[in-house]
């Protein structure tokens, strides 16, 4: 967060409303939060102001070449998605797999886990 | 290959397709106690789109928690192995008649005829290509619809190319944006004629926003530039008849061009069989248990209207199954149905009419989509005798889908039914 006054706006997706919320700053400090049409929504400015958090899907490769689809086990920062990308690119995993069996840990130093999304024999 | 025609076999529910729909449809059926139910697809593994649909915001409704598409997929996988349904894969149908009989084909069997007393149509959609068809310039490579890219990335691991233009804001556009971005592309700018995206809020902020990617509203692509591989694009504002503005015109490089210009239903089969198509959906014309305008044929998921969230296409498919068990009950009776309609501010709604009486279900699900974004309205839902009910929706969009459901009681005796949308708020343009 820069650490002068400003204002941003946030689109809400928590549901279809899809609220334009505007997130007042200054300094480092969240000072006011309009436009959300309840708490959820302010909630959900604040973590996207602060720390905007991401589930990472993407494939790896299994050892005879075919794609294994797979996702972070929670999300991670916005900002280390690229760097889990990176991370991942170079794994190969070894058939059978089941779904949600864990192939990486810690990715891009988060502390979680990319499980895969479906089984391949 | 050699083919060798086979006796007929008979059969008491066929399902054409095993995406989520036809998977679904398969499910429910055998829990009501159809005991031989058979799914054919021509694909290697049953799944559908979902196999390639590898990012999440899939079953929130259905299961609660937000899935990928595979995740999905296995769930009704694992339900319908478990179940007894038979899933007969790498086979194509390639006819449908009106009294049931299906040919279809695969390497192993050769041509296989089955008579079927009940079929449900779970065939899915492809995309539409037109948006390009309408530019001028060379054909060079290097020019995919958006699921075609989906499936190079997700599923045989390559990339369609470095620098991207995607023509169209649908979902499959934006997702692929993210896609090819964390891969390592550069995707210069997402270009769409409407004031308005096609694509859900979510997948604008998450796909676009997330990215730095423009979203570039009322332009489109003019000319396509190269020879042997994309170039270049031309793109253009347009002006309120959709016509480009010339003095606009600006040349974006970029190697790859992405069509994300929507879905249409695959109805070639049902043509076969002479069923009735709504022109508005591009799908069947169905009534309240999804049965299509031939006794005894279903239809239920992308093959029968567009969709955009996973979960309707399960609900639906519950629904034809439902249906098609009432109708092996019943034998076929013959029922009237009474005419549902779209009044103003909707493009259609389904089903297109129903026989309150006959309802497998005390309530009736309806599905409807919007012809125009607006910021509230007013659902109205009306019989030859007024209004019979009347609710308020906020944020509607043409490509989310609204979906109402009505009681038996509600609708008892009525000789028509009609919908209608009338804002309350000033219209919103989301996304820009
Ligand atoms: C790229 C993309 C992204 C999406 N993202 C989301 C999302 O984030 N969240 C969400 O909820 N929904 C999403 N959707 C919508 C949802 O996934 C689809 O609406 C749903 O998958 C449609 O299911 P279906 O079974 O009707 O069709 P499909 O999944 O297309 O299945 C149709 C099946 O029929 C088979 N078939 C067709 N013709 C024949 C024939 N003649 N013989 C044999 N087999 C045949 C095909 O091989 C296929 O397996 C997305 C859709 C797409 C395309
Ligand atoms: S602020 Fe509340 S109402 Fe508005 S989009 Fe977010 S969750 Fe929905």
Redesign the pocket.
């Known amino acids: 967060m820069s650490a002068a006054n400003e204002e941003r706006t946030v689109t809400c997706i928590v549901c279809p409303s899809g609220c334009r919320i505007k997130v007042g700053i200054e300094g480092s400090e969240i000072v006011r939060i309009s436009g959300n049409q309840c708490k959820r929504g302010a909630d959900y400015a604040r973590a996207e102001v602060t720390q905007p958090m991401r589930v990472l899907t993407t494939t790896v490769r299994l050892e005879d070449g075919r794609l294994l689809p797979v996702k972070t086990a929670s999300p991670i920062p916005k900002v280390l998605l690229f760097d889990a990308v990176k991370e991942l690119s170079g794994v190969r995993v070894k058939a059978p797999v089941k779904i949600g069996q864990v192939i990486y840990s810690n990715v891009a130093g988060t502390g979680v886990d990319v499980v895969t999304t479906r089984s391949w024999n | 290959m050699r083919l060798v025609v086979l006796p007929v076999q008979n059969r008491e529910l066929v399902i ?7 998977l679904s449809a398969a499910v429910e059926a055998r829990r009501l106690g159809i005991k031989d139910v058979l799914v ?4 290697s593994e ?5 196999k ?2 590898i ?5 929130l409704h259905v299961f609660k928690e937000e899935l990928t ?1 595979p995740e999905y997929a296995e769930r009704f996988i694992e339900q319908a192995e478990n179940l007894g349904v038979e899933i007969m894969l790498n ?4 006819e449908l008649t009106a009294d049931r009989r299906i040919v ?1 084909v695969n390497s192993r069997e050769g041509l296989i005829e089955i008579q079927a007393k009940a079929v449900i149509l ?4 492809r995309e539409r290509t037109r948006g390009a068809i309408n530019i001028p310039g060379f054909r060079p490579a290097g020019i995919f619809t ?2 075609t890219a ?1 499936r190079f990335v997700n599923i045989e691991g390559y990339m369609p190319g470095r620098e991207i233009v995607i023509l169209g804001s649908g ?2 556009g934006l ?1 692929m944006a993210r896609r090819l971005t964390l891969e390592g592309a550069k995707v210069r700018c997402v270009v769409e004629i409407m004031p308005y995206s096609n694509g ?1 809020t979510r997948n604008i902020v998450q796909c676009l926003e997330d990215y730095g990617i423009p979203l570039l509203l009322k332009h489109t692509v003019v000319n396509i530039h190269g020879r042997k591989r994309v170039e270049g694009v031309t793109i253009a504002e347009v002006d309120d008849d959709m016509k480009p503005i010339m003095e606009t015109a600006k040349f974006v490089p970029c190697d790859t061009l992405l069509l994300s210009v929507g ?1 249409i239903p ?1 109805n070639e ?1 049902s043509r076969l069989a002479d069923i009735e198509i709504d022109e508005v959906t591009g799908g069947p014309v169905v009534n309240q248990r999804m049965e299509t305008s031939v006794p005894g044929i279903f239809a ?4 029968l209207h ?6 309707y ?1 399960t609900q639906e498919a519950v629904s034809a199954a439902r249906g098609a068990a009432s109708y092996l009950a019943d034998g076929g009776k013959k029922y009237k149905h009474i005419p549902v309609s779209p009044g103003n501010g909707l493009r259609y709604v389904l089903p297109q009419r129903i026989n309150v009486d006959a309802m497998p279900e005390e309530r009736q699900n309806f599905f409807m989509r919007s012809v125009r974004p607006m910021a509230k309205a007013r659902l109205f839902v009306e019989s030859e005798r007024g209004v019979i009910k009347s609710s308020v929706l906020r944020y509607v969009k043409p490509s989310e889908m609204i979906s109402i459901q009505l009681d038996r009681d509600e609708m008892r005796g009525i000789k028509m039914l009609n919908f209608s949308l009338r804002e309350e708020g000033d219209s919103v343009e989301r996304g820009e």
């Open positions: 054409i397709g095993g995406g989520p729909a036809g054919i697809d021509r694909e049953p799944g559908g789109i979902l390639q649909c990012h999440t915001g899939f079953g598409g086979t194509m149908v390639i279809a779970a065939m899915g959609c958006a699921g989906q979902d499959i997702i859900l879905l695959e089969l239920c998921g992308n093959v567009v969709h955009d969230l996973v979960d296409v």
